[in-house]
């Protein structure tokens, strides 16, 4: 039964973040449960759990919608981010595996690829499995799992922001090479650089994406550098 919940619940969430169901659509236990060939029980049980984390609302005497990005959170996602990601990044410096950095390797290769075929969905799943595996090696695995529960808007916007037609792909790509590269090296002064400048690319053209899909936010405030 837990098996069918969760898989419920990562699909389901999967779905939501990646904008297959968009905000302020309605949706329902019983579709859900029929498009995803789940039993209702792991569904319902799953939407509670969806409902904490923020992502979708029950309205009495209405239905139950996603929720609109609360880009408050957004940023205050990334503020614990900048806090947290930088130690993980310089811990990994003296614990990283070869076997890692091929991993890594591969990752980038493969995020090349995505990009070359314009592949949103997959880029940004090769996206958190590359910083995911920092918080591996250094045994931090809890800490990922717990931004994954709590960082939810911030990765709305992110994955959002990857559906402007516009994207620089190149800027993020060259920023995840520069950042192995500095790891590979033990460079630590130049990682320490490299992840304020990418931690801070996460909500760069806010303001644009904004404009471009201006029912997806709610709570859109002036970010203070």
Known sequence: MDNMRDNAYNQIKYRIIHFEYVPKQKISEKTISTELNLGRTPVREALIRIEREGLIE???????????????AAIEGRFVRECIEPNIMVNAVTNISEESLNALKQNLEHQLTSAQNSDPDKFFDLDQEFHQKFYTVTNK????????????????????????????WKTLLNQHQAIFNAVANKDVDELSYLMKEHLHLMLEEKQNIVNAYPDYFQNIIKEEN
Do not use: C
């Open 141 to 168: 695995e809890m800490v990922w799992d717990w931004l994954l529960g709590n960082n939810t808007q911030l990765n709305r916007f992110r994955r959002l922001r990857l559906k402007e037609a516009d994207l620089d």
């Open 58 to 72: 029950v309205v009495p005497q209405s239905g139950t919608y996603i929720t609109q990005i609360d880009m408050r």
